[in-house]
């Protein structure tokens, strides 16, 4: 009896709150349908009291889709932690009956035609989108109030917004940033709640939970496309192509909140066109002005934050005649914290988000012809400017790299880029491209703006202050080779299936085998075979052999296995070697002497034995999470291959003679003791690999472990003037940063850092100040930026005196070791494969780079 009373009491008690919860979050005067349980009835606590996991929103979810007929939950993937990416669809019960008929028609739209019957009867399509940054968590909970809203809220015109509009509510797109964060923050979580910013819940141990499992920020994903969760959110967007896609954010705890417009013309990219800033923009602002004066927020527009960058969540959509809204929030960080004024609340952080999320709503029912018609003609535009440029196509393919030309294809299709074979051979401006190794792009198609923005680079612009990179022609960082054509005549469309792997066989060889190492994935096959007890050697020479009565010609790194080198017998290794060449779809060739026509004989000196690398990569505190998950996510997914990952804290604890090579990332390194970095140049001294990337270059140069200079600005001709505005001050300083842009390199590509490359120009992306001469040492500068550099990207003319003839690579002697010192970051954003494989060769060859 008293257990029944007890339960009585709490359900009257979790009922009374809900209520409580209703009236602070949801405007005024509506009623809920009791048939569904709000998001306090069904967690068990109020919205903003915890930090939801991820399990319990999913189970939320579920339950709504158990209890109404109006919704429906999908999983669209799942996250590197194997977290679902779950979308919840809410339509009115109708709408659900024809679902796939009313995608199909909504995907007309990008056909730039208006369907039979026009927009009358059309849904508009809404994704309302939350929490890309784990540690941003106001926009998860918003989304389980959302959802609640839509399905039990009486609101006025809710059976016409069911029936005019199909809404996805993507509740997180980090899932295992989210968890991250929460779990820290409820842990750490004070009762009373502790509102000092000092305290543990308000500072996240590194990495923190912002980026996903490999420490990505997912919100510069949307173009790269590095991450698998945001190639599941892509192939599920293209599906549907929403007319609104919502991004929630939030910022520092003393701001106020943001929506857009952006910062005029600046931060707004000019291939979307301006209706979409100067009409859609301005209709819905008013929406979430009025929404956000009802309950007293402070919040701005315009001032800040970017619309330029297509690799957002909020300008991504805009390249798909959508519109992409920005929000930003100021955080708790927490449960509660202390600002200038008062103290904010989490609960706080979740209305202001929810009160856009209802604005969203609302706009998007009340404009549904609007945004319907301007996304046809959006993509009808397109075409008609496909059709007036001069550029009728894109040519593209290297052929001495099947797989980087097969994965840049790939990366074009996932972005519905319509890709096509070459029907014959052609040259242009000097490149040759050959048919079955190259493929053509039609500008004339519903991505010819995805088209441009991957291959047309930029070098002029409106503004000269960036949120973030200035440059993204994607062609450039898979280092492609392109061409402009004038012409469209197309082969057979290329499916994704003819860009599956190839069947590989080898010939089982009683003398040795080779393979080139100009593919992309032959590293991934070295290792393979190195973690396989298979003894390799490296050409370092160019050399020619005889096979099957035909000259085959071997590049600078061809890897040769020696059948009488091994302790595995011949079909041990016929085994081996067949599965790498299956593993890495690349090619492997058996051969039956060692006499070659021209180069070394495989029996030369000139062929050097590899050794399996033993990496170590230093992070923690002061150290870049991107750059070092950068890493982490390179050798995973592209070698297979593990990599020691040792806190700084441990470094003491930490035997440096148990690996080969050690990763310096950037960072500060602040917490080094002068006789940890003494530890770490007598290592070097000793033989090792210290590889070190920008600001990790930067400090091992400062502490004098590689003897390189710095490159300082010449004063010679430069008048300084000496007083400006000062509210100038930010604009005149940030136009000098190298916000991200890029710039050519010479190659040196007879040094082991430089084998595989063919052409001896290289494109290379750089976000950062730091100058570096060439070596003293005449053979030790790898890469070294041309006299004319400037590739794409905004670029401030002092800038270009610095970077013009300084080095990109370099290799510095320290002992009987070497210092590889990266000026900048060959792996940025997980999809720089032009640059990788200057990485690759580090890790593999490092020990056979000597200075002479």
Same mark, same amino acid.
């Given at each position: 009896?008293?257990?029944?009373?007890?339960?009585?009491?709490?359900?009257?008690?979790?009922?009374?709150?809900?209520?409580?919860?209703?009236?602070?979050?949801?405007?005024?005067?509506?009623?809920?349908?009791?048939?569904?349980?709000?998001?306090?009835?069904?967690?068990?606590?109020?919205?903003?009291?915890?930090?939801?996991?991820?399990?319990?929103?999913?189970?939320?979810?579920?339950?709504?889709?158990?209890?109404?007929?109006?919704?429906?939950?999908?999983?669209?993937?799942?996250?590197?932690?194997?977290?679902?990416?779950?979308?919840?669809?809410?339509?009115?019960?109708?709408?659900?009956?024809?679902?796939?008929?009313?995608?199909?028609?909504?995907?007309?739209?990008?056909?730039?035609?208006?369907?039979?019957?026009?927009?009358?009867?059309?849904?508009?399509?809404?994704?309302?989108?939350?929490?890309?940054?784990?540690?941003?968590?106001?926009?998860?909970?918003?989304?389980?109030?959302?959802?609640?809203?839509?399905?039990?809220?009486?609101?006025?015109?809710?059976?016409?917004?069911?029936?005019?509009?199909?809404?996805?509510?993507?509740?997180?797109?980090?899932?295992?940033?989210?968890?991250?964060?929460?779990?820290?923050?409820?842990?750490?979580?004070?009762?009373?709640?502790?509102?000092?910013?000092?305290?543990?819940?308000?500072?996240?141990?590194?990495?923190?939970?912002?980026?996903?499992?490999?420490?990505?920020?997912?919100?510069?994903?949307?173009?790269?496309?590095?991450?698998?969760?945001?190639?599941?959110?892509?192939?599920?967007?293209?599906?549907?192509?929403?007319?609104?896609?919502?991004?929630?954010?939030?910022?520092?705890?003393?701001?106020?909140?943001?929506?857009?417009?952006?910062?005029?013309?600046?931060?707004?990219?000019?291939?979307?066109?301006?209706?979409?800033?100067?009409?859609?923009?301005?209709?819905?602002?008013?929406?979430?002005?009025?929404?956000?004066?009802?309950?007293?927020?402070?919040?701005?527009?315009?001032?800040?934050?970017?619309?330029?960058?297509?690799?957002?969540?909020?300008?991504?959509?805009?390249?798909?005649?959508?519109?992409?809204?920005?929000?930003?929030?100021?955080?708790?960080?927490?449960?509660?914290?202390?600002?200038?004024?008062?103290?904010?609340?989490?609960?706080?952080?979740?209305?202001?988000?929810?009160?856009?999320?209802?604005?969203?709503?609302?706009?998007?029912?009340?404009?549904?012809?609007?945004?319907?018609?301007?996304?046809?003609?959006?993509?009808?535009?397109?075409?008609?400017?496909?059709?007036?440029?001069?550029?009728?196509?894109?040519?593209?393919?290297?052929?001495?790299?099947?797989?980087?030309?097969?994965?840049?294809?790939?990366?074009?299709?996932?972005?519905?880029?319509?890709?096509?074979?070459?029907?014959?051979?052609?040259?242009?401006?000097?490149?040759?491209?050959?048919?079955?190794?190259?493929?053509?792009?039609?500008?004339?198609?519903?991505?010819?703006?995805?088209?441009?923005?991957?291959?047309?680079?930029?070098?002029?612009?409106?503004?000269?202050?960036?949120?973030?990179?200035?440059?993204?022609?994607?062609?450039?960082?898979?280092?492609?080779?392109?061409?402009?054509?004038?012409?469209?005549?197309?082969?057979?469309?290329?499916?994704?299936?003819?860009?599956?792997?190839?069947?590989?066989?080898?010939?089982?060889?009683?003398?040795?085998?080779?393979?080139?190492?100009?593919?992309?994935?032959?590293?991934?096959?070295?290792?393979?075979?190195?973690?396989?007890?298979?003894?390799?050697?490296?050409?370092?020479?160019?050399?020619?052999?005889?096979?099957?009565?035909?000259?085959?010609?071997?590049?600078?790194?061809?890897?040769?296995?020696?059948?009488?080198?091994?302790?595995?017998?011949?079909?041990?290794?016929?085994?081996?070697?067949?599965?790498?060449?299956?593993?890495?779809?690349?090619?492997?060739?058996?051969?039956?002497?060692?006499?070659?026509?021209?180069?070394?004989?495989?029996?030369?000196?000139?062929?050097?034995?590899?050794?399996?690398?033993?990496?170590?990569?230093?992070?923690?505190?002061?150290?870049?999470?991107?750059?070092?998950?950068?890493?982490?996510?390179?050798?995973?997914?592209?070698?297979?291959?593990?990599?020691?990952?040792?806190?700084?804290?441990?470094?003491?604890?930490?035997?440096?003679?148990?690996?080969?090579?050690?990763?310096?990332?950037?960072?500060?390194?602040?917490?080094?003791?002068?006789?940890?970095?003494?530890?770490?140049?007598?290592?070097?001294?000793?033989?090792? !690999? &210290?590889?070190?990337? *920008?600001?990790?270059?930067?400090? #091992?140069?400062?502490?004098?472990? @590689?003897?390189? +200079?710095?490159? $300082?600005?010449?004063?010679?001709?430069?008048?300084?003037?000496?007083?400006?505005?000062?509210?100038?001050?930010?604009?005149?300083?940030?136009?000098?940063?190298?916000?991200?842009?890029?710039?050519?390199?010479?190659?040196?590509?007879?040094?082991?850092?430089?084998?595989?490359?063919?052409?001896? !120009? &290289?494109?290379?992306? *750089?976000?950062?100040?730091?100058? #570096?001469?060439?070596?003293?040492? @005449?053979?030790? +500068?790898?890469? $070294?930026?041309?006299?004319?550099?400037?590739?794409?990207?905004?670029?401030?003319?002092?800038?270009?005196?610095?970077?013009?003839?300084?080095?990109?690579?370099?290799?510095?002697?320290?002992?009987?070791?070497?210092?590889?010192?990266?000026?900048?970051?060959?792996?940025?954003?997980?999809?720089?494969?032009?640059?990788?494989?200057?990485?690759?060769?580090?890790?593999?060859?490092?020990?056979?780079?000597?200075?002479?």
């Amino acid at each position: 009896m008293k257990q029944c009373i007890l339960t009585l009491f709490l359900t009257l008690f979790l009922i009374q709150y809900s209520f409580a919860q209703n009236d602070y979050f949801f405007p005024k005067d509506l009623t809920f349908n009791k048939g569904i349980p709000t998001p306090q009835q069904f967690l068990g606590y109020n919205i903003g009291d915890w930090h939801t996991r991820h399990d319990r929103m999913v189970s939320y979810f579920e339950k709504l889709a158990e209890l109404s007929e109006l919704a429906t939950i999908q999983t669209i993937g799942h996250s590197n932690e194997h977290r679902p990416q779950v979308v919840l669809t809410i339509t009115s019960k109708n709408n659900h009956t024809n679902l796939e008929a009313i995608r199909t028609k909504h995907l007309s739209l990008a056909e730039g035609t208006i369907p039979k019957g026009g927009f009358a009867n059309m849904p508009v399509v809404v994704l309302l989108g939350f929490n890309v940054h784990g540690n941003e968590p106001s926009g998860m909970e918003a989304a389980l109030l959302s959802a609640y809203y839509l399905l039990a809220a009486n609101f006025e015109g809710r059976k016409e917004a069911m029936e005019n509009a199909v809404f996805m509510i993507d509740p997180t797109y980090n899932p295992d940033g989210r968890d991250r964060h929460s779990n820290w923050v409820n842990m750490h979580k004070g009762f009373p709640p502790v509102a000092d910013g000092m305290d543990r819940e308000h500072n996240e141990v590194w990495p923190r939970g912002r980026t996903n499992h490999y420490w990505f920020d997912l919100n510069r994903d949307w173009l790269p496309l590095a991450q698998v969760e945001s190639q599941n959110r892509m192939a599920f967007y293209h599906k549907w192509l929403p007319n609104v896609a919502t991004d929630f954010h939030e910022m520092g705890t003393n701001a106020t909140y943001f929506f857009e417009p952006t910062k005029p013309y600046g931060s707004e990219n000019p291939i979307v066109g301006r209706r979409n800033y100067d009409e859609l923009n301005v209709i819905f602002a008013k929406y979430f002005q009025n929404a956000l004066d009802e309950i007293g927020s402070l919040y701005y527009t315009k001032e800040s934050f970017d619309n330029s960058y297509p690799g957002y969540g909020s300008t991504y959509p805009d390249m798909m005649g959508g519109l992409g809204l920005l929000f930003e929030q100021a955080s708790s960080r927490g449960h509660l914290q202390h600002t200038q004024t008062k103290d904010i609340s989490f609960a706080f952080t979740i209305r202001n988000q929810l009160r856009s999320s209802i604005a969203t709503i609302q706009a998007s029912v009340d404009n549904r012809e609007l945004l319907l018609k301007y996304q046809a003609d959006f993509f009808k535009e397109g075409y008609k400017k496909a059709n007036q440029s001069r550029t009728k196509a894109y040519i593209f393919g290297d052929e001495y790299d099947y797989n980087r030309t097969r994965l840049f294809a790939k990366y074009l299709q996932k972005h519905h880029v319509k890709v096509h074979h070459l029907d014959e051979d052609k040259t242009v401006n000097g490149i040759t491209f050959k048919k079955g190794q190259a493929f053509f792009v039609p500008n004339n198609q519903m991505q010819y703006r995805m088209v441009q923005t991957i291959f047309e680079p930029v070098k002029e612009f409106y503004d000269s202050v960036f949120y973030d990179a200035s440059a993204w022609t994607v062609a450039l960082a898979y280092d492609m080779p392109y061409a402009r054509m004038g012409t469209s005549k197309l082969g057979a469309e290329v499916t994704m299936h003819d860009l599956s792997p190839k069947r590989r066989n080898v010939q089982k060889a009683k003398y040795a085998y080779l393979f080139d190492w100009s593919d992309y994935s032959a590293p991934k096959a070295l290792n393979y075979l190195q973690e396989n007890g298979v003894f390799t050697k490296v050409a370092a020479k160019p050399f020619t052999i005889e096979k099957d009565g035909q000259k085959r010609n071997f590049h600078y790194g061809t890897i040769l296995i020696s059948v009488a080198d091994q302790e595995l017998t011949e079909e041990e290794l016929h085994k081996k070697v067949l599965r790498a060449s299956q593993i890495a779809n690349i090619e492997i060739i058996s051969i039956s002497t060692g006499l070659n026509l021209a180069g070394p004989d495989l029996g030369s000196p000139n062929f050097a034995t590899l050794s399996p690398p033993k990496i170590a990569m230093l992070l923690g505190d002061g150290v870049s999470g991107y750059e070092a998950g950068e890493v982490w996510h390179l050798l995973d997914t592209k070698l297979n291959m593990p990599i020691s990952k040792v806190d700084i804290l441990n470094f003491g604890r930490m035997n440096l003679n148990d690996y080969t090579t050690l990763i310096l990332v950037s960072g500060s390194y602040r917490n080094f003791s002068e006789n940890q970095i003494l530890q770490i140049r007598k290592w070097t001294e000793s033989g090792g !690999t &210290l590889i070190t990337l *920008r600001q990790g270059t930067n400090w #091992v140069i400062r502490e004098g472990i @590689a003897k390189e +200079t710095f490159k $300082k600005p010449s004063s010679n001709g430069i008048k300084k003037e000496t007083r400006f505005d000062f509210e100038t001050a930010r604009n005149r300083s940030g136009a000098k940063a190298i916000g991200g842009s890029v710039y050519l390199t010479n190659l040196d590509i007879t040094h082991p850092l430089g084998f595989g490359y063919h052409r001896r !120009t &290289l494109p290379v992306y *750089r976000n950062h100040s730091i100058f #570096v001469e060439p070596s003293k040492n @005449a053979f030790s +500068t790898v890469a $070294k930026y041309t006299d004319n550099p400037h590739l794409d990207g905004y670029l401030h003319p002092d800038n270009l005196e610095m970077i013009k003839n300084s080095a990109s690579l370099l290799v510095s002697r320290v002992g009987s070791g070497r210092a590889i010192l990266f000026v900048d970051n060959p792996n940025f954003r997980g999809f720089w494969y032009g640059t990788n494989r200057l990485f690759f060769n580090a890790l593999f060859f490092g020990e056979h780079v000597r200075v002479p």
